[in-house]
């Protein structure tokens, strides 16, 4: 079984539209989570933390549940930038673990 | 300034060659990673050093070794390589402390190709 498992997509929202995204870890000890933004062609980037109590960071709002070990990602007001491969991670005991991806184009 | 940096940003080899890709961070992190993404986009460990110390070692053929001279480089040297070895390869750095409040920061990638 993979340590996170997510939607690959692709979700093809038109601009301004809200998008969700979302992701399942399977270590309950897992105690760190991001969501990283990969676009084609070049390195992950951390786009942002999650925490228990869910953060919001501009248009992007992030949410963890613990108990169904579960994340969320919400993109308001997509922009055509917003377009790459959104990546769910959790961490383990020495490193992090990446989900397979979600891809997003936002279209004009 | 490039925080962690990874040469060559592509290489193109035959099967059966030896091949190095190296990386350089200079963040001053203790933890460093190399991470293989297929061309399924999955990103996989295959190797962290912390303090020039092998921490994790997956499942990856004895024909990939890292070398760590100091806690500022970490190495990936591949001996005989095979078609299925192309891919991306991604170094990898974070701090030793803190957990992982902040993630990781990555290297721009090397994209292996064996023809």
Redesign the interface.
């Known amino acids: 079984r993979k340590e996170v498992e997510q939607d690959p997509g692709p979700f093809n929202v038109p601009e301004g539209a809200t998008v969700a995204f979302n992701c399942t870890y399977s270590n309950s000890a897992s105690?760190?989570f991001?969501w990283?933004r990969?676009d084609c062609?070049?390195?992950?980037?951390?786009l942002m933390?999650v925490y228990s109590s869910g953060n919001e960071d501009g248009r992007f709002t992030a949410q963890l549940n613990r108990a169904s070990q579960y994340i969320s990602l919400l993109i308001r007001d997509s922009k055509l930038s917003d377009s790459a491969?959104y990546?769910c991670?959790v961490?383990g005991a020495?490193?992090?673990?990446?989900g397979?991806?979600t891809r997003l184009t936002v279209i004009p | 300034d490039t925080a962690v940096s990874q040469t060559p940003k592509y290489l193109v080899t035959q099967m059966g060659n030896d091949k190095s890709i190296k990386c350089e961070q200079n963040l001053g992190h203790d933890t460093m990673y190399w991470y293989k993404q297929d061309s399924k986009k999955f990103l996989k460990i295959m190797f962290s050093y912390n303090n020039k110390e092998l921490i994790i070692n997956e499942t990856v053929p004895n024909r990939f070794s890292p070398k760590s001279p100091d806690k500022a480089h970490l190495n990936l040297h591949i001996n005989s390589l095979e078609l299925g070895d192309s891919a991306v390869y991604f170094c990898a750095s974070r701090p030793g402390t803190g957990g992982f409040r902040r993630g990781y920061t990555f290297g721009s990638g090397t994209r292996l190709t064996v023809v």
């Open positions: 105690q760190s991001f990283y990969q062609r070049k390195e992950p980037k951390l933390s491969t990546l991670v961490s020495n490193n992090l673990f990446f397979t991806g």
